[in-house]
Nanobody, 117 residues
Framework: QVRLMETGGGSVQTGGSLKLSCIAT????????MAWYRQAPGKERAWVGS???????TYADSVKGRFTISRDNLRNTLYLQMDSLKTDDTAVYYC???????????WGQGTQVTVSS
């Protein structure tokens, strides 16, 4: 059974940093594209960034230069390093795996990130 579990959310002030982790179990971790999404209150879920099998990472314009995606295949973990956080980054963050962009087969339960001024 495939399972994704996000950790690392919390509350931080503007300009601060957080690092989210997504631990994957139940499938060949190295064989799937993975991504981060977020859903802010009252808004639809939005793509944050992704890492494909070649290691190429891409990011939404709103987070480019501030967020970094990395993965540790030995630990079956995907990371999202978030720096220079803004109040607009407040959202529930989800990791997703396995599938074409926008159609991932597996999702985590989400972790809350709250940025306050």
């Amino acid at each position: 059974q495939v399972r994704l579990m996000e950790t690392g959310g919390g509350s931080v002030q503007t300009g601060g940093s957080l690092k989210l982790s997504c631990i994957a179990t139940g499938y060949g971790f190295g064989g799937c594209r993975m991504a981060w999404y977020r859903q802010a209150p009252g808004k639809e879920r939005a793509w944050v960034g992704s890492r494909d099998l070649s290691g190429t990472t891409t990011y939404a314009d709103s987070v480019k230069g501030r967020f970094t995606i990395s993965r540790d295949n030995l630990r079956n973990t995907l990371y999202l390093q978030m720096d220079s956080l803004k109040t607009d980054d407040t959202a529930v963050y989800y990791c997703a795996a396995c599938g074409p962009p926008g159609s991932y087969a597996h999702w985590g339960q989400g972790t809350q990130v709250t940025v306050s001024s």
